[in-house]
């Protein structure tokens, strides 16, 4: 069953300085991951903000509507169909296809919808029965 561990952002930082630190944590562990994002606009600026992270240690990721493959795939709009390890959802949204995954990490930025959307998506979760984690995340 896929399990669900909810990363609450209580700091300055911003949520795409954290899915960064997030994503990179998980893929040096060795898994494949698909970060979902709200659209188009977000997927681009989290492309080039991982492109620029940092220089010692490359993270091979992609655009997933570029049909190129990596072990980091961005995407929006589409199902990925390659794979099933972590999905890290920055959509605010529940995906449709999250249960495919061995584990879905949700960011949950500061502000107060963010936190609300948050709030259905664990309901969501639970009452469908998933194991969920709570991670409240300080300042690095």
């Known amino acids: 069953m896929t399990r669900i561990d909810f990363y609450q952002i209580e700091s300055s930082e911003t949520p795409l300085a954290f899915a960064c630190r997030l994503i ?6 060795g898994h494949q991951v698909y970060i979902h994002t709200p659209g188009e606009e977000l997927s681009k600026e989290l492309d080039d903000l991982l492109w620029s992270l940092r220089p010692d240690r490359f993270i091979p990721h992609c655009l997933a509507a570029s049909g190129d493959q990596a072990p980091v795939r961005i995407g929006h709009n589409l199902a990925p169909t390659d794979h099933q390890d972590v999905l890290v ?3 605010g949204q529940v995906p449709e296809f999250f249960s495919r995954f061995d584990r879905v990490a949700e960011v949950v930025p500061g502000d107060t919808q963010s936190r609300e959307s948050a709030r259905n998506n664990y309901k969501f979760y639970q009452d469908r029965g998933y194991p969920l984690d709570y991670h409240p995340m300080k300042q690095q």
Not at 24 to 29: A, G, L, S, V
């Open 89 to 91: 959802n920055l959509s």
């Open 24 to 29: 990179e944590k998980i893929y040096r562990r």
